[in-house]
């Protein structure tokens, strides 16, 4: 405990007689306290957190496969149709995928939008 001491004072010591380099490390230590913050903000919002619904494990997406195109959404008749005659599914949903363009006072910006 007492080597603890003495390292400790010793450090603080030297922190004192150099007092830029003491600024420029604190402030190095702040971005990257700061940065590593911001990014598992966002990883924790965007990866982690568990979905708003009561059983996320259930939700499917339904698509249909076309052998030139690939993967696509489905057409709004068969989405009737399956919302019709569906028996296992409880609900069903439709959204459709939009590009727009949001402009202003900065650069416009192409935006993925779902409506």
Known sequence: MNTLLQDLRYGLRTLVKAPGFTAIAVAAMALGIGANTAIFSVVHAVLLRRLPYPEPQRLIVVSEHQ????DMGVAWPTFLDLKERSRTL???AAYR???M???GAQEPELLHVGE
Not at 67 to 70: A, Y
């Open 97 to 99: 995928g939009n590009d």
């Open 101 to 103: 363009t949001a402009s």
């Open 90 to 92: 409880s609900t069903l």
């Open 67 to 70: 052998m030139r195109i690939g």
